[in-house]
């Protein structure tokens, strides 16, 4: 599969679409409460949702003028203006603030006035209503827009010419703005938006239709990150950017929990009314159109919602706290009311499925024993350490356990285990065909610091078939190029589980953040080899950074593989002569002064391997390897007969032939050079892999891996100081020069000479 990163000012298809399309509206909230919206296909209807558990709660039902929340072939044109438009609906609610309300439904409009200034303005929708505080009629003329609780005797009137975003506020009743004050028992609430009609000459947008052609990566999807956009837009950018069948679905950890009174999960419910209505809308919508969803649920809640007694803590009593912010808890397997939790969750997301005529699929999503940045792992709360052997020493650092130690994590492994299980047997209880899924983060499992702690998050009871499926996740080792041992890694994985590749699955991803948005090379290079090595299927993690980066997959002709790794005939190259090549400049002026520009700064190499033909059988073979590359369509690897070693140019190569680098305790890959006179360095791509030789400090290591593009990968960074040097053999990477050679088996009896040129390949 090949990608592209769409930019903003690509020549797109485009369509156009009304203002105010119910599908384009969004929410949002304090924590603490809860919200969705959803829309009703061809229906001119949205919902929102809300639960409120403090006075001063307020959810927004939002339109933005910039359409950012999608990918970029799908987003609106940013219109600003909303002259001569008229937007109309019918408003129903149950359980909010009423439109005649002090504090109700108020529309919210931010933007610029006629002298630029940034400005807001409050548009009290009852003003505009026709009907009762519940169920009225709305017309919001924008040419004619006032702002103010009162506009019978005035009002301001709305500058709407340069509009950022609009939306409406929805309040429980008796709300206070900015109060703390809980209720009694959490706020449900809902308002149906029907009949919506947006009329007038400025009331048609364009808006960019881009659709890709299916392809074969499937798509992971996550609620935290998507919880504010429409089920309906979500389901349809999937689909226009070409993923289809399968949807691998994160509930996540923070929006989807019914929440008590004082603001943690209640433990006797399940979902919250918002995320329940959002999930139904969204496994309906991906029916429609022809998906299945994995429910992916983890072992981790929001850390300001969890229950203090089930989160996983270290032997300092330390909570287990992810690095997010606001971070998360990851929850104890020995907890059985966490444990218990998590499976009534589990088959209730199933169910929604289920409902939807979707196959029950369930994904246990990275359940393992936090370990702490300064290395502790966290299996010491209560529950956990009432299972482990009275008196043992706390395991204060993964990377230096005893023989002791390393049976308490074969314990810690059996209690992760057993708590998955319960899990799945509780939904297969309500499901027997349940396909079962286990997601295993392989850096924070399989650390070559610490090979103990594969004892207890990856135990030996996920072992096949324990579960349907297993997932292997490695994306941290993927985009910081780490890409020798991360294969070994997963085999590893693999084998110690049992699973074969018919019922493996792979996670490719992800890009954290917009300024590493070059991450998707290494990530997509990664998605391609797991196709390649014949994982059933592959998955992008996840659409939300898909739609920020605008990455779009597609699915064309196979490329020509650039490069081959064969080497050209030994025999046949051994006579070559060699041409070091610059790309010089020079500019003579009318006065007959000359003016030199260097293009290079290092010569690219010319060799003829014509003088190598001694024999019609030398002949044949240069014949056999023109064919193999095509001509000059693949490049190969070339032994320059003068220069192929790091000791000299000829000699063996030894230990401390070329410093490589300096260890800083963090760096561990070293691309491999070669120095020459006066400071010129050179990039040696292609090293014979069974010359080299690598140290540390003088000291040889057998401790590495040679990743792609000549780089020495250190399992451990080297401290700081200490000297990394290597020595090895090369080959040059070359092509043909020409598409066709010239032969003729006369002219070689007759003694000519034959011209066969390579031309050296500069490699990145």
């Known amino acids: 599969m090949r990608y592209w990163l769409t930019r903003e000012d ?30 009703h296909a061809d229906e001119a209807r949205l919902t929102a949702t809300a639960t409120f558990g403090r006075r001063g709660d307020l959810v927004g039902l939002i339109y933005t003028t910039a359409d950012n929340a999608v990918h970029v072939g799908h987003r609106r044109y940013e219109v600003r203006d909303y002259s001569r438009c008229t937007l109309r609906f019918r408003w129903k609610s149950n359980g909010l603030a009423s439109l005649e309300a002090v504090n ?33 009629v709305i017309e919001l003329p924008f040419d004619d827009l006032k702002a103010g609780f009162d506009i019978s005797t005035g009002g301001e009137r709305v500058d709407v010419r340069d509009i950022d975003r609009m939306f409406v506020s929805l309040v429980p009743p008796g709300f206070v703005e900015g109060s703390s004050e809980r209720f009694g028992q959490i706020v449900e609430a809902e308002v149906e938006v029907s009949d919506i009609a947006c009329v007038g000459s400025g009331s048609v947008i364009p808006i960019n239709d881009a659709i890709v052609p299916e392809h074969q990566f499937r798509i992971c999807t996550a609620y ?26 994160y509930v996540g950890m923070s929006h989807f929990p019914a929440l008590d009174a004082s603001g943690k999960v209640d433990p006797g419910k399940t979902l919250s009314l918002p995320a329940r209505r959002w999930h139904e809308s969204f496994a309906s919508f991906a029916k429609f159109r022809g998906y299945d969803v994995i429910w992916s649920l983890s072992m981790e809640l929001l ?15 330390k909570p287990a706290r992810t690095g997010w912010v606001p971070p998360s808890s990851l929850l104890s397997p020995a907890v059985a009311e966490a444990v218990t939790y998590l499976g009534r969750v589990a088959g209730d997301f199933v169910a929604i499925g289920m409902q939807a005529g979707m196959s029950p699929k369930l994904q246990m999503g990275e359940p393992w024993w936090w370990v702490t940045a300064d290395h502790a792992i966290c299996l010491y709360d209560q529950m956990s350490a009432s299972r482990l052997p009275a008196g043992h020493i706390p395991i204060r650092d993964v990377r230096n356990v005893s023989a002791e130690q390393s049976q308490v994590l ?3 492994g059996a209690m992760l285990s057993d708590a998955t299980s319960a899990i799945v047997d509780s939904v297969r209880a309500r499901f027997a065909d349940l396909q079962s899924h286990i997601l295993a983060y392989l850096p924070s499992i399989l650390r ?19 579960f349907d499926v297993l997932q292997l996740e490695d994306y941290e080792w993927v985009t910081k190029g780490l890409t020798s041992g991360r294969f070994g890694a997963l085999e590893e994985a693999r084998q110690r589980l049992g699973y074969s590749l018919v019922d493996c699955h792979y996670l490719a991803g992800f890009v ?11 990530i997509i290079a990664a998605a391609n080899a797991a196709e390649k090595a014949g994982f059933a299927e592959v998955f992008l993690w996840a659409l939300p950074q898909v739609l920020r980066d605008g990455l779009t997959i597609f699915q064309g002709d196979a490329e020509v593989e650039g490069f081959q ?19 010089t400049t020079i500019s003579t002026s009318p006065s007959g002064f000359e003016y030199r520009n260097a293009d290079w700064q290092q010569a690219r190499l010319r060799f003829d391997v014509g003088p190598g033909l001694r024999s019609l059988e030398d002949i044949e073979d240069l014949l056999k390897f023109f064919r193999s590359t095509r001509g000059n369509a693949v490049s190969f690897r070339f032994r320059d007969p003068t220069d192929f070693s790091s000791n000299g140019m000829t000699a063996p190569p030894t230990s401390r032939d070329v410093q490589l680098g300096t260890g800083n305790g963090v760096r561990q890959r070293f691309e491999i050079i070669k120095a020459y006179g006066d400071g010129e360095v050179r990039r040696i791509t292609r090293p014979d892999r069974q010359s080299i030789i690598v140290s540390l400090d003088g000291i040889a290591t057998d401790d590495w891996l040679l990743a792609e593009g000549g780089v020495i990968e250190l399992s451990e960074p080297p401290a700081l100081g200490v000297a990394v040097c290597a020595g090895f053999m090369f080959d040059v990477p070359v092509r043909f020069e020409e598409p066709k050679l010239r032969i003729s088996r006369g002219t070689h009896l007759a003694g000519e000479l034959t011209s066969v040129p390579l031309i050296e390949v500069r490699e990145r």
């Open 10 to 39: 690509a020549r797109l298809r485009r369509d156009f679409i009304k203002r105010f399309e119910p599908s384009h509206w969004t929410v949002d909230f304090p924590r603490g409460s809860m919200a969705c919206v959803v829309s």
């Open 104 to 136: 109700g439904p108020t529309l919210t409009i931010e933007g610029r006035d006629g002298s630029g200034a940034a400005r807001s303005w409050y548009v009290r929708l009852w003003n505009y209503a026709s009907g009762s505080g519940s169920d009225a």
């Open 224 to 249: 935290d990150d998507c919880y504010h956009l429409t089920p309906e837009r979500v389901v349809d950018s999937l689909e226009r950017l070409g993923y289809r069948k399968l949807i691998d679905h």
């Open 303 to 317: 850390e300001e919602l969890c229950p203090d007694d089930w989160k996983q803590r270290a032997w300092d009593e």
């Open 410 to 412: 074969d314990l810690a």
């Open 448 to 466: 070559t610091d610490a090979p103990e702690l594969v004892r207890a998050n990856l135990p030996i009871g996920w072992r096949a078939p324990a």
């Open 512 to 522: 954290s953040a917009p300024d590493l948005i070059r991450d998707w090379k290494q």
């Open 565 to 583: 790794d064969l080497s050209f005939p030994l025999q046949l190259g051994k006579h070559a002569s060699v041409e070091p090549c610059f790309s």
